[in-house]
């Protein structure tokens, strides 16, 4: 049986749709995905926040205290910013995710997606392999921006990943450079003795603060960096879903002109060489046959444009509001975190220029 981890959930709650003010339960990762697919899947066009990836710290270890405690902050912060979302937080699944027991929870996780949801699958799937053809502008606009968002993200990433590990390394340096200067104190007389094992010392406790800082770093600087190239891939699929809603709709009313044009062409065709009129049948009642099934299926293609069409309103409605959301949210969230992460850098070079001036007054 494979070994895995479980995390503890409470929630507490005022809303009138929960049947309790407090809950607890325990949860998998995979649990974590199931929920957000299930909203990815309720809501197309809403930004749904993404997980922290799987495998997304390699150096760690999968159950080791450090990668655990991460994966935690993370989960938790996912489940806030759902909490938070005056759509998603009253998705029925989140609910049932937040509710309910080990039991009944696992009921729901094999019930699967119904066949409604199949064939919107099946639907977006056909969709997604033909191009768009008048994407609106500001989705436009949002697609080129998004994109090079998302290179950005990844370039910042990849350098603040080689910052890290080059301040790692010059953490490991003066761990190995401390025990040089004590050795060195050793050799001397008491005079210099001295001023070398303050040296030692201050290595020592420079070292201690270089690591201090690497942890935070890791936490406060690049794993919120890296929940917002993720982000990026969020949002990225919202807007696919979107041009998949609109590929259908374009691709509904494509057909309905055809099938128009096929109407006309058919009131003055002669249906004297037709199968019907081959088989037997008087040539005004297969050109009536036909007309009649034409027409329903006309009916049929303007009743599905019109429904599409409502709902790619809705979903570009609730598009746009997620998207100034996630800016407001983004614009907060990097305020915070770069604010935070100069403050503690200057921390930083204050106590080690402290711990070199105390040792050179000695």
């Not at 806030?80 to 009944?104: G, W």
């Not at 800016?327 to 930083?348: G, L």
Request: charged share 30%; hydrophobic share 35%.
């Amino acid at each position: 049986m494979g070994t895995y981890v479980t995390f503890k959930l409470t929630t507490k709650t005022t809303r009138s749709e929960f049947d309790c003010p407090e809950y607890s339960v325990r949860r998998r990762y995979s649990d974590f995905l199931w929920m957000r697919h299930k909203l990815e899947q309720s809501h197309l066009t809403h930004i749904v926040p993404p997980l922290p990836g799987k495998h997304s710290m390699k150096r760690l270890e999968h159950f080791t205290i450090d990668f655990v405690k991460m994966r935690m902050f993370h989960l938790n912060q996912f489940l806030n910013r759902v909490a938070r979302h005056p759509v998603l937080s009253c998705d029925r699944s989140f609910q049932i995710f937040l509710t309910a027991k080990a039991s009944e929870f696992a009921s729901h996780r094999k019930s699967g997606y119904g066949f409604i949801h199949k064939v919107e699958d099946s639907l977006h799937n056909l969709a997604a392999g033909v191009m768009i053809k008048n994407r609106p502008e500001e989705f436009a606009a949002m697609q080129a921006y998004i994109q090079t968002f998302s290179e950005k993200m990844a370039n910042i990433d990849r350098i603040a990943q080689r910052l890290l590990k080059e301040q790692q390394d010059y953490a490991v340096q003066l761990h190995n450079y401390s025990p040089v200067w004590t050795l060195w104190s050793s050799c001397e007389g008491q005079g210099l003795s001295a001023n070398l094992e303050a040296v030692a010392q201050a290595v020592n406790k420079n070292c201690r603060a270089v690591c201090s800082l690497n942890e935070e770093c890791s936490m406060k600087l690049v794993q919120p960096l890296r929940e917002y190239s993720l982000f990026s891939n969020a949002v990225k699929d919202a807007l696919s879903r979107r041009d998949a809603m609109q590929i259908e709709y374009e691709l509904t009313m494509e057909e309905l002109k055809r099938r128009r044009d096929e109407r006309e062409q058919l009131k003055i065709s002669d249906q004297s060489n037709s199968l019907g009129a081959w088989m037997g049948k008087d040539p005004n009642e297969v050109k009536k046959d036909k007309e009649e099934k034409l027409e329903a299926l006309i009916q049929s293609l303007k009743k599905q444009g019109d429904q599409t069409c409502d709902s790619s309103v809705c979903a570009n409605a609730d598009l746009k509001a997620d998207w100034e959301r996630w800016h407001s949210n983004k614009k907060t969230d990097f305020k915070k975190t770069f604010s935070k992460w100069a403050d503690r850098q200057m921390d930083y070079y204050t106590t080690v220029s402290c711990n070199y001036i105390v040792r050179h007054m000695q």
